[in-house]
C-alpha cells in the first residue's frame, strides 16, 4: 500500500484593520509566500456587522463581542485565500499565540505586535483554526470563491 500524498489545502488569513493601518499588509504576504504558501485570492474589504457577526459567531455573547466587532469596523481589512500543505497550521504558526504580548518572537504577532489601549486585544492577523472553520470563513470573505 501507498501512502497518499499530501493534497494541498485552503485557509482564510486576515490582515487585520490595525494590521493595514500600520502599513503591515504586505510583511504578512511576505512571510507567506516566504514559507513557500501561494496566494490564492487577496481582496482588500471594509467589512459590515453582518459579515463580523458570522465570521466571529463562536464568540456571539463574550465580554469582548461588541470591542472586537467595532474594532473589526475600525478600517479595512485585507483577506487573503493562502493555499499549501498543511497550510492551516502554518500559518497559525507563523501568527503565534493570540496575545501579541508574550507571542513567541519569530512570529508575526511576536515580532510586530504588543499591547495597545483600547477594549479588545489588536493582534494583526486572523487564520482559521480548522479545515471546517476555513471552509466557512473562505465562503464569508470571498463569496463565488
Ligand atoms: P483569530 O481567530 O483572530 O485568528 O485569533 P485566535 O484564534 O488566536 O483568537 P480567538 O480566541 O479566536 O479570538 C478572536 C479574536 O478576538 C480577540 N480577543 N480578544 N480577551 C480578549 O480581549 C480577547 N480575546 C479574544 C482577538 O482579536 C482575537 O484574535
Ligand atoms: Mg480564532
Keep these: 500500500p501507498h501512502t ?3 493534497t494541498a489545502e485552503r485557509t ?10 500600520r502599513g503591515l499588509s504586505g ?4 512571510r507567506i509566500e516566504a514559507k513557500g504558501y501561494r496566494l490564492a485570492a487577496v481582496q482588500l474589504v471594509h467589512a459590515t456587522p453582518e459579515l463580523l457577526t458570522q465570521h466571529y459567531a463562536e464568540h456571539a455573547g463574550k465580554p469582548f463581542f461588541g470591542s472586537l466587532v467595532e474594532f473589526m ?5 485585507l483577506a487573503v485565500v493562502a493555499e499549501g500543505v498543511r497550510v492551516i497550521e502554518g500559518f497559525r504558526s507563523l501568527a503565534g499565540a493570540t496575545d ?3 507571542a513567541a518572537p519569530g512570529t508575526i504577532r511576536g515580532d510586530l505586535g504588543r499591547a495597545w489601549d ?3 486585544m489588536q493582534n ?3 487564520g482559521s483554526d480548522s479545515p471546517e472553520s476555513a471552509a466557512r470563513e473562505i465562503g464569508l470573505w470571498f463569496p463565488g470563491l
Design 124 to 126: 494583526i492577523v486572523h
Design 118 to 120: 483600547g477594549a479588545v
Design 73 to 77: 469596523l475600525s478600517g479595512p481589512t
Design 27 to 30: 510583511e504578512v504576504l511576505r
Design 12 to 21: 482564510l488569513v486576515l490582515v487585520k484593520p490595525d494590521g493595514v493601518r
Design 4 to 6: 497518499a500524498a499530501p
Design 100 to 102: 501579541p504580548t508574550t
